[in-house]
């Protein structure tokens, strides 16, 4: 599957959400307690990967895959 850190960290745009969609990627806003969000760059600065690869990460593992 594609990583999260191969997504822009910008909104989507008509000229790059068509490599987005093709990577598989959809932008997916959410709110998180303030503890959890530190929680989640604290561990990404652990790892030297972005926050988007740790959620990516945290969520696959989450969700079984």
């Known amino acids: 599957p594609p990583t999260a850190s ?3 960290r910008k ?3 008509a000229a790059n959400s068509a490599s987005w969609k ?16 530190d929680k989640l760059r604290a561990l990404a600065a652990e790892r030297g990967v972005s926050t988007n690869d ?7 593992k989450a969700l079984g895959e």
């Open 22 to 37: 093709a990577a598989g990627l959809v932008p997916f806003p959410l709110k998180l307690s303030q503890a959890h969000a």
């Open 11 to 13: 909104r989507p745009t």
């Open 6 to 8: 191969a997504w822009p």
């Open 54 to 60: 740790i959620v990516a990460d945290v969520l696959q």
